[in-house]
C-alpha cells in the first residue's frame, strides 16, 4: 500500500487569479460573478452568480456580513 507520490507532484497548481466565491466556496470561473473589497477592511471578496441570484449572506474574514 504505498502512496503514488508522483500523482500529487503532477497535480496542476491553480492560477493566483483564480477566487472563490465567499458565501459558498465555488470558483469564479463563471460569467456573473462579482468581486469587490470588504467595506470595512478592504479584502477582496468574491461571490458567484448563483449565491448573487439568490441573495445568500456573504461574511468576510473581519466578521463583515452582507447581502
Ligand atoms: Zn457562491
Ligand atoms: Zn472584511
Known amino acids: 500500500m504505498a502512496m503514488d507520490e508522483s500523482l500529487l507532484q503532477a497535480r496542476p497548481a491553480a492560477p493566483?487569479?483564480?477566487e472563490r466565491c465567499t458565501s459558498c466556496?465555488?470558483?469564479l470561473s463563471e460569467k456573473g460573478y462579482a468581486?469587490?473589497?470588504c467595506p470595512m477592511c478592504g479584502a477582496r471578496l468574491g461571490r458567484c452568480w448563483r449565491c448573487r441570484k439568490?441573495?445568500?449572506d456573504y461574511r468576510c474574514a473581519c466578521g463583515f456580513t452582507g447581502p
Open 25 to 27: 466556496g465555488a470558483r
Open 16 to 18: 493566483p487569479e483564480m
Open 54 to 56: 439568490q441573495s445568500i
Open 35 to 37: 468581486r469587490f473589497p
